[in-house]
């Protein structure tokens, strides 16, 4: 593969915004700054390329927003870069500015479609995994888990309060409609009843029993914590059927939503996002191209995007096993 001479690289983040992508930003600009190279941003991801929403990025557009949540390129999802002709229109606005390279910061949508512009018109790409649900392979984390992990397990201790206080059952719904990572982590950092992931599929008769061996334990609190994926459905269904089995139960249902998605990213979250974005740039100036850079074992590694969007992440079973032994 032939390593093309690049020296204006443009950035751009897409799908879900996540914690953490505005460091990231950062470093991939900062990094072309350090190797001489114009450093372009692309305003709401795909469809603001479409729509040629692209800018020269100088060091006063990157000041003081490492600790800012969202990102300040702005994203949006894009249906007319699913089409051959929006990508042919994103593609031209690139060669009106002379773009050489794109950094895309995102989940697996966003990545594949980095992945399609490079087969389509070879504008070398390199992914960086922003996505707080963790479920891209090729990585040990993505930008923005650890700091939604954070929000859940401490909203999850305020509904403790709460829940102690009046003796009540909670059903508390995190983000993951495919994948359990965050909702096993809050369930190992909240000591939840029980946690329930789409990876694995929990009876409802299994849960009764759960609870009801937890009342004759006269534990003083019950949360149970479920991803919005779940196989049994999501916090409200799955409360409804319990309420049927366990009338005696006071039951709340809490839905946490888009607030997992918000507030500043926390140390880990920066420094992963740094570090990427560093090592997004370098792969670009070292010929590598339709991957996605992650870190695995504390090491940058480069893994094709079309591996990391179906890589099959699932949550590891030794977790799985330690927030079932912590719940009993």
Do not use: W
């Not at 001479?5 to 991939?28: C, E, F, H, Q, Y």
């Not at 114009?38 to 990157?62: C, D, P």
């Not at 061996?213 to 479920?226: E, G, P």
């Amino acid at each position: 593969m032939e390593i093309k001479t690049i020296k204006k690289i443009a950035v751009l983040t897409s799908g879900g915004d996540a914690p953490g992508m505005n460091a990231a930003i950062r470093a991939t600009v900062r990094a072309g700054f350090f190797y001489n190279l114009e450093m372009y941003g692309v305003y709401r991801g795909y469809e603001g390329m479409i729509q040629n929403e692209i800018k020269k990025l100088e060091s006063k557009h990157i000041s003081h927003i490492l600790e800012r949540g969202g990102t300040f390129l702005k994203s949006a999802r894009s249906q007319d870069f699913r089409t051959p002709e929006g990508r042919n229109k994103a593609y031209e606005n690139l060669k009106k500015h002379g773009i050489d390279a794109l950094v895309v910061i995102g989940g697996d949508g966003s990545l594949t479609g980095a992945h399609l512009f490079y087969k389509e018109y070879g504008i070398p790409a390199i992914g960086i995994p922003g996505t707080i649900d963790n479920d891209l392979a090729g990585t040990d984390l993505t930008v923005g888990f650890d700091t939604a992990c954070n929000t859940a397990i401490q909203a999850i201790d305020k509904i403790r309060d709460t829940a102690t206080s009046h003796d009540r059952l909670f059903f508390v719904e995190v983000m993951g409609r495919d994948a359990g990572f965050i909702a096993i982590n809050a369930g190992i950092g909240s000591a939840a009843a029980a946690t329930l992931i789409p990876e694995k599929k929990m009876p409802i008769e299994r849960l009764v029993e759960r609870l009801k061996a937890r009342t004759k334990a006269m534990k003083q609190s019950n949360i149970v914590i479920i991803a919005e994926g779940g196989k049994s459905g999501g916090a409200a269904e799955i409360a409804e059927k319990i309420k049927k089995q366990l009338p005696y139960y006071d039951i709340k249902v809490t839905i946490l939503g888009h607030l997992q998605r918000g507030g500043a990213p926390s140390s880990l979250d920066r420094v992963l996002a740094s570090k990427l974005g560093v090592a997004a740039v370098e792969g670009l100036l070292q010929g590598k191209y339709d991957v996605m850079a992650g870190i695995i074992n504390n090491k940058v590694v480069y893994t094709p995007i079309a591996k990391a969007i179906i890589g099959n992440k699932e949550v590891d079973e030794y977790d799985f096993r330690v927030v079932k032994i912590l719940s009993t």
